[in-house]
């Protein structure tokens, strides 16, 4: 199974590949500009410090959850498996759009050229998709966990979670190709201008002059595809709730709902931010709500999931605790040296 996926992922790649050239042959535009907040010299500088705040809060945060549950066997199951894949995700997710947003603010270079702006199209695509699959099967995790929890290791064993994660990646990498080829299979001839700090699909069919009707059709059908995720993971989190309340440990329950909450609060913050994104009016759309929105699903979840995840969650704290102690003490003797 894992030797097929691999094969058709090497083809895919390939595909892509030729696509992307194909794409810059074609295309009359070599560069697009990325109008991003400012023009004004000190809110760049401004701009440009935040999202490095930011951009380090983010990767540090992931690493810390990703190193945690490398580092104490206690976390080697599938729940914290698919929250490590999350992180990675995340980091992958910001390093696509915010160190070229700061070096545009900082050199005052706007372009990005047509290869560079497919590939970043891509990127994004693959993750936000890969996101919302991730997220609803971390949300079967949880139903099976908690209400078939002698069921749980034979449902959720390794060779399962491996398997799954693979087939979301790879689906969603031949689904970030399509939508990818048919945007940039639009002609750019009226301008090269963005309203955004990132190649963004909304912003690049607002300066095509061709009909974009199918590609705003395919961006609709993606974001219902995307919330039909919702009642899904809805009815998994009736069936916990139900299970749950029927603990009578009172500590027992506290712990459950502190463990498998935050999950449901992550997955509410990536629906909300994608569809005001993506799914919003028309009327709605000018260029600073449209930087908004992109700041919202592209900034906020990777920041803010690390500590949602670790707030209440006792097992990722301890694990945290000893990791950051085991650093202290390296220092320390590093210094005494």
Not at 153 to 174: D, E
Not at 178 to 206: A, H, R
Not at 307 to 335: E, G, W
Request: proline content about 3%; some cysteine; aromatic content about 12%.
């Amino acid at each position: 199974m894992l030797l097929k996926l691999y094969s058709a992922l090497t083809h895919l790649t390939t595909f892509h590949r030729i696509q992307i050239d194909e794409m810059a042959n074609q295309s009359s535009v070599r560069e697009f500009v990325l109008m991003g907040f400012s023009d004004d010299s000190d809110l760049q500088i401004l701009h440009s410090a935040m999202f490095f705040i930011v951009y380090v809060t983010a990767l540090t945060g992931n690493s810390l959850i990703i190193t945690a549950v490398a580092v104490d066997h206690n976390l080697h199951n599938s729940m914290y498996y698919f929250l490590v894949n999350l992180s990675i995700l995340n980091m992958c997710s910001i390093f696509t759009t915010v160190p070229k947003s700061i070096a545009v603010s900082l050199t005052n270079n706007k372009g990005i050229s047509l290869a560079g702006c497919i590939i970043q199209t891509f990127l994004i695509v693959t993750f936000v998709g890969c996101e919302a699959f991730l997220l609803t099967i971390m949300a079967y995790d949880c139903y099976v966990a908690i209400c078939h929890p002698l069921q749980y290791r034979l449902i959720m064993n390794w060779n399962a979670c491996i398997q799954i994660r693979a087939i979301s990646f790879l689906f969603n990498l031949m689904h970030a190709v399509l939508e990818t080829c048919l945007t940039f299979q639009l002609d750019f001839c009226e301008s090269n201008v963005m309203g955004q700090y990132f190649c963004d699909i909304p912003q690049l069919q607002k300066i095509s002059c061709r009909d974009t009707k199918f590609n705003e059709t395919l961006i609709l059908v993606g974001g219902f595809f995307l919330d039909s995720f919702f009642p899904f993971i809805f009815a998994s989190y009736t069936h916990i709730f139900s299970a749950v309340i029927k603990i009578r440990s009172v500590q027992s329950r506290h712990k459950v709902f502190s463990t498998y909450i935050p999950h449901l609060t992550v997955f509410s913050l990536f629906i909300i931010t994608g569809v005001f994104s993506y799914m919003r009016p028309k009327s709605l759309s000018t260029q600073s709500v449209d930087l908004l929105s992109a700041v919202l699903y592209t900034i906020l979840p990777p920041v803010l999931n690390p500590i949602i995840y670790s707030f209440r969650n006792k097992d990722l704290q301890k694990a945290l605790i000893k990791i950051l102690l085991k650093i202290i003490i390296l220092q320390h003797v590093y210094i005494k040296r």
